[in-house]
């Protein structure tokens, strides 16, 4: 392994640490490597990836140990103008709560300008939320009101009821023999008493609503205050992001520079973006007019709470906050072309088309939307955008994971929208999948009704939660056993994200992770889940639909 030598305090601005002896020549790449290659990186950046590795071992960074901790770091390896070859070092977001920490790349804003306007913009922010919390604190007492009142009135109506059931009975009894005798006058008393228990019910209901007025009143002003907090607060949260956005500079290899609110306009950037290594990597060597020549992003540290991610391994660049970011600050730079979904991956096949709706055959591999900040991913919708221009996330009637493959259903407009979604929520309709998973399934059918939580970044025991959660049912068949695997069919009643895999993994569902799933289960070449058969009634021909589309991976 070279040597290296640290020379950040001769240059404390640039912060460089530069070889003590020259690579050689057949260790320099010729030029950078897109940051979303998922492949090792070059020699020379792992070389200097692992130099920086050590640095953190013997440093004072304890709390990237901590759970949740851990976090990405990067190293580039410039040129100077000279030819002296070099890196430089980062890490995203904050470290050790300091933006700026000697040895590593500032961030993309100027942190003075920033202490100008934050502190008083987060401050407000903080004045908003507690003005919100008191409202909310507030509707409490009253709420509890409402409810003793309404124990109040069940209570009376219950005693009411038994007290009016009663007295129809003896009037039901004493009915009989006055009709045969012909007694009218007692007929017209007892039917007298029947319309004054009548009465006497709505008496207590009107009692009851003039009764509870009063606090629903309270409470109705109330939740207009909490509204309009809620809403003043939003706005200017929206407002301090953007100029907390419009703070960050973004340079490029040309020259020029950009606000971060800008490349991502009209929306807003997501969080963190512009904070990752690799854009304050390359604003830092152009800063300093060095080349780029290799890029190394590594996790150092605990492990994210989803696992995904382990200490010292490699992970190419975010596409969700880099995506946008990192194509801009490569013009200008002769870079190898990014890895594209597209080469590598067949179109979705159109199995139907009408002017109302589409079916098609999603490919693994392939994301069904390209995502909220990443409008331009490679994904069903940005396929089919050239031929179906009016399309929109909001008309995919299901949307599949990139890992699995499927039949996807896809309205044209919102009325046929709702129409189908309504046949889904009455069980009208029916989206059916297979998949292989771990392990011998006991039983034939069944019904699991596990409520899921959003499930993001949680670990599979915390995506259940049965107080918080929103509900989820999955219905599974077993079909066949077949070494160490249960082949299973899967029929999703709601619509949840990660439903069917969290179901499958989940020990009170299945208790069998789907093959192939790295989160939930273990590795394999790809998730043995499968969208195989699709069937709805059209809603505006009335002609039943039934789709199928083989499992590729059925032997």
């Not at 709560?97 to 401050?123: I, K, N, Y």
């Amino acid at each position: 392994m070279a040597r290296f030598k640290d020379v950040s305090v001769a240059h404390p601005s640039l912060a460089v640490t530069f070889f003590d002896e020259a690579p050689r020549r057949e260790d320099v790449p010729a030029r950078l490597a897109s940051p979303f290659h998922p492949g090792p990186p070059a020699p020379l950046a792992r070389k200097a990836a692992e130099a920086l590795q050590q640095r953190l071992t013997q440093g004072r960074w304890d709390a990237l140990w901590q759970p949740g901790g851990g976090k990405m770091f990067g190293v580039l390896v410039v040129a100077e103008p000279g030819g002296r070859l070099g890196y430089l070092c980062a890490f995203s977001g904050m470290l050790d709560g300091a933006w700026t920490v000697e040895g590593f790349a500032p961030p993309l804003f100027d942190p003075v300008a920033r202490a100008a306007f934050l502190p008083a913009g987060e401050a407000e922010l903080a004045a908003w939320g507690q003005r919100h919390a008191e409202l909310e604190a507030a509707q409490g007492p009253v709420r509890l009101r409402l409810a003793a009142l309404a124990t109040e009135h069940e209570r009376a109506l219950a005693g009411l009821k038994a007290r009016h059931a009663a007295n129809r009975a003896v009037r039901h009894e004493e009915r009989g023999p006055l009709e045969a005798r012909l007694d009218g006058a007692r007929l017209q008393a007892l039917e007298q008493e029947s319309r004054a228990d009548t009465a006497e019910r709505r008496a207590l209901e009107a009692a009851h609503e003039a009764a509870c007025e009063p606090p629903r009143a309270a409470l109705r002003e109330l939740e207009a205050r909490r509204a309009e907090v809620e809403h003043l607060r939003a706005e200017r949260s929206r407002a301090l992001w953007w100029q907390v956005a419009h703070s960050y500079v973004i340079p490029n290899a040309r020259g020029e520079s950009q606000p971060l609110a800008a490349l991502f306009a009209p929306r807003p950037p997501p969080g963190g973006a512009g904070d990752c290594a690799a854009p304050k990597l390359l604003a830092q060597a152009y800063r300093h007019h060095l080349e780029p020549l290799a890029l190394a992003e590594f996790w150092w540290g605990a492990p994210p709470l989803d696992g995904r991610r382990q200490s010292g391994a490699y992970y190419p660049a975010c596409e969700s906050k880099c995506g946008t970011v990192l194509p801009y600050m490569l013009q200008g730079l002769a870079v190898d072309p990014a890895p594209r979904l597209a080469s590598v991956i067949d179109d979705p096949r159109l199995l139907h088309e009408d002017p109302w709706l589409l079916v098609v055959d999603k490919p693994v591999g392939l994301a069904s939307l390209p995502g909220r900040h990443a409008p331009g991913r490679d994904s069903v919708l940005v396929r089919l955008l050239p031929r179906f221009p009016a399309l929109s996330g909001p008309l995919f009637i299901q949307e599949l994971e990139p890992e699995s493959s499927g039949l996807l259903l896809i309205a044209r407009d919102t009325a046929t929208q709702a129409a189908l979604l309504r046949q889904f929520a009455r069980r009208e309709a029916e989206h059916r999948h297979v998949a292989w998973v771990e392990g011998r399934v006991e039983g034939d059918v069944g019904v699991i009704d596990l409520p899921l939580r959003g499930t993001s970044s949680a670990p599979l025991e915390d995506c259940v939660d049965r107080v918080h959660g929103k509900r989820a049912v999955t219905a599974w068949k077993a079909l066949r056993h077949d070494e160490g695997r249960t082949r299973v069919e899967l029929v999703p009643v709601t619509r949840h994200p990660h439903q069917l895999r969290i179901h499958a993994a989940h020990r009170l569902g299945l208790g069998a992770p789907i093959v192939g799933d790295a989160r939930f289960g273990g590795e394999d070449t790809r998730l043995m889940l499968h969208a195989e058969a699709l069937a709805f009634t059209h809603p505006h021909t009335g002609e039943h639909l039934a789709f199928n589309a083989p499992a590729p991976f059925w032997s």
